[in-house]
């Protein structure tokens, strides 16, 4: 059981007694949510990735710093690895550039910083291509868009066959892409997303879902066009977080049903012409007709 599900159940002051007696007041609730216990095989993948996380954190820290000293003495670099590799080993071979000689030295020093980590962050990812190849659940994943290799096996990693949630929407809130909720008084009031459970499983479906957005006249009709129409009404960080939303939900269904990924098909839904001295009731005659209505009312309305 989680600690915050406990809590409540604990009075007054804190002792190993008064703990023991929360945990088994908690553990008889019927609705109570238990965490299942990790084997071996997620446990070492789940480390493998919390090491290579440090190494990548590590070395956008060092590429940062790289370009932090090169600013202050005015020369500016792009964002990115690929341009430091690129342009550091000429600006450090470059005798008009105005660098200090220990501060070239410090540069020097950085670079070889970087190249270990470099390599030992590419000696990660093969052993989890490795093990995303070998793994039938991970090639399950792997099929469905905006999820690689790293992603795959972080779900793995994380909750194995998904038995833990009921539904999709369990996971998705679980991995906290889904809008949290204040109602009171019989209003309901939706905020932005709860940013609650994994961050580092959440941060990986929101990158894969914008490379998705980015590719999405490549995707298949129903999810293209589905796409098509949230970015045309919402704001693209939106509509990532929307799409991360669906990518975990498919991630579920894959593990729980045990099904290969299966692309969503478009269905084309008909447009209603409305007359156009009706304009102004157009509004609400296409709620009144989203509600099932009684059979006079349909009479009327196909009259």
Same mark, same amino acid.
């Given at each position: ?65 790289? #370009?932090? !000293?090169?600013?202050?003495? %005015? /020369? ?7 341009? $430091?590799? @690129?342009?550091?080993? &000429? ?47 991970? #090639?399950? !994943?792997?099929?469905?868009? %905006? /999820? ?7 779900? $793995?990693? @994380?909750?194995?066959? &998904? ?49 998705? !957005? ?70 609400? !005659? ?18």
């Amino acid at each position: 059981m989680a600690a915050q599900d406990v809590k409540p159940y604990g009075k007054t002051n804190k002792s190993d007694y008064i703990d023991a007696e929360a945990i088994a007041e908690a553990v008889e609730r019927p609705k109570m949510r238990f965490v299942p216990i990790k084997s071996d095989d997620q446990l070492d993948l789940q480390s493998l990735h919390r090491v290579r996380e440090r190494w990548v954190m590590r070395r956008t820290a060092v590429i940062n710093q790289i #370009r932090g !000293l090169l600013l202050e003495r %005015g /020369i500016t670099l792009r964002q990115g690895r690929r341009h $430091i590799d @690129a342009a550091l080993p &000429g600006i450090l071979e470059d005798a008009s550039a105005q660098l200090s000689g220990a501060l070239r030295v410090l540069l020097a020093q950085l670079r070889l910083e970087l190249d270990p980590l470099q390599m030992r962050i590419d000696e990660a990812d093969a052993v989890i291509n490795k093990t995303a190849g070998d793994n039938e659940a991970c #090639r399950r !994943l792997v099929a469905i868009p %905006g /999820i690689g290799p790293v992603t795959a096996t972080a779900i $793995i990693a @994380a909750i194995g066959n &998904g038995a833990a949630f009921k539904k999709g929407r369990g996971f998705s809130a679980w991995l906290g892409i889904v809008p949290g909720e204040y109602t009171t008084g019989g209003k309901q009031k939706l905020l932005g997303i709860s940013k609650r459970g994994n961050s580092y499983l959440r941060r990986l479906f929101v990158q894969g879902a914008r490379a998705v !957005l980015q590719q999405s006249t490549k995707q298949s009709s129903g999810l293209s066009s589905w796409l098509a129409q949230l970015t045309t009404r919402t704001h693209r960080n939106v509509a990532a977080v929307a799409l991360a939303n669906k990518l975990a939900r498919m991630a579920w269904a894959v593990l729980a049903k045990n099904e290969p990924y299966r692309p969503p098909c478009w269905s084309a839904q008909p447009q209603r012409n409305w007359p156009a001295d009706d304009a102004w009731l157009r509004p609400g !005659l296409e709620i009144a007709f989203a509600i099932p209505t009684s059979t006079d009312q349909r009479l009327l309305r196909s009259g």
